[in-house]
Antibody
Framework: EVQLVESGGGLVQPGRSVRLSCVAS????????MHWVRQAPGKGLECVSS????????GYADSVKGRFTISRDNAKRSLYLQMSSLRTEDTALYYC???????????WGQGTLVTVSS | DVVLTQSPLSLSVTLGQPASISCRSS???????????LNWFHQRPGQSPRRLIY???NRDSGVPDRFSGSGSGSDFTLKISRVEAEDVGLYYC?????????FGQGTKLEIK
């Protein structure tokens, strides 16, 4: 059974940093692109960052470019999102998401909530 | 980035009646490999999204056959032939052919 378990969320002040983690199980982690998708309260979904299996290609939404850094450790079956210079508009539930081989995503974690507020 | 525009943004449907959601893209979603990577997701309140349809019209395992996807190029549709109570929630289209992947704004389905 595929499982994605996020952690690291919480209350953080504007301008500060936080690192999200996701531990994966139930599939061959190092074979798949992985994504972070966020959902602000009452809002829609936004794919904020993506990373290829060997960490050779990264993608970022314009809204986070230059502030967020995605990384992974295949030996630990883990995905990370380093979030810096946080803004109130970064407040959201952050999902760890597994890519599917058919130009899609198929499994989601339960999410970790990041609240940016003073 | 590819922009996906869904309509309507809100839908109120009587049980047993059909429903239809449109998703239009700012550019053709036909990939250089010939595939069209347009997907549909359903999100119930308080839950993570669940995929219903991939590559325009392929239903995921366990998805009732009252759900169907169609379309081509930059114009796509999700149809529910007979709405049931469990279908309430938000529906999103997602394009997976260009990085970053992008979602439509979402369509809220409620029962009238």
């Amino acid at each position: 059974e595929v499982q994605l378990v996020e952690s690291g969320g919480g209350l953080v002040q504007p301008g500060r940093s936080v690192r999200l983690s996701c531990v994966a199980s139930g599939f061959k982690f190092d074979d798949y692109v992985m994504h972070w998708v966020r959902q602000a309260p009452g809002k829609g979904l936004e794919c904020v960052s993506s990373i290829t299996p060997r960490s050779d290609t990264f993608g970022y939404a314009d809204s986070v470019k230059g502030r967020f850094t995605i990384s992974r450790d295949n030996a630990k079956r883990s995905l990370y999102l380093q979030m810096s210079s946080l803004r109130t508009e970064d407040t959201a539930l952050y999902y760890c998401v597994k890519d599917a081989p058919n130009g899609s995503i198929d499994y989601w974690g339960q999410g970790t909530l990041v609240t940016v507020s003073s | 980035d590819v922009v996906l525009t869904q309509s309507p943004l809100s839908l109120s449907v009587t049980l047993g009646q059909p429903a239809s959601i449109s998703c239009r893209s700012s550019q053709s979603l036909v990939h250089s490999d010939g595939n069209t990577y347009l997907n549909w997701f359903h999100q119930r309140p308080g839950q993570s999204p669940r995929r219903l349809i991939y590559k325009v019209s392929n239903r995921d395992s366990g998805v009732p056959d009252r759900f169907s996807g169609s379309g081509s190029g930059s114009d796509f549709t999700l149809k529910i032939s007979r709405v049931e109570a469990e279908d309430v929630g938000l529906y999103y289209c997602l394009q997976g052919g260009h990085w970053p992947y992008t979602f439509g704004q979402g369509t809220k389905l409620e029962i009238k």
